[in-house]
Nanobody, 115 residues
């Protein structure tokens, strides 16, 4: 059974940093691309970043240059390092995998950027 569990969210001041983690299980982690999304109140879920099987990455324009996605295959973990955080980055952050024709999501972790 596919399971994704995010952690690392919290309250941070503008300009600060956070690192989110996502622990994956139930599938061959190294064989699938992993994604990070976020959803702010009243807004649609927004794609942020993808890390492919070969380690190449791609980012949404809104986070390019500030956020970095990475993974550890042996630990089945995917990370999102977030720097230079802004109040508009406040949202629930989700990791995601497309597996066997279906999207899987974690429960999300809240990130609040406020002074």
């Amino acid at each position: 059974q596919v399971q994704l569990v995010e952690s690392g969210g919290g309250l941070v001041q503008p300009g600060g940093s956070l690192r989110l983690s996502c622990a994956a299980s139930g599938f061959s982690f190294s064989h699938y691309a992993m994604n990070w999304y976020r959803q702010a109140p009243g807004k649609e879920r927004e794609f942020l970043a993808i890390i492919n099987l070969d380690g190449t990455t791609n980012y949404a324009d809104s986070v390019k240059g500030r956020f970095t996605i990475s993974k550890q295959n042996i630990k089945q973990l995917v990370y999102l390092q977030m720097n230079s955080l802004k109040p508009e980055d406040t949202a629930v952050y989700y990791c995601n995998v497309w597996f066997n024709g279906q999207d899987y999501w974690g429960q999300g972790t809240q990130v609040t950027v406020s002074s």
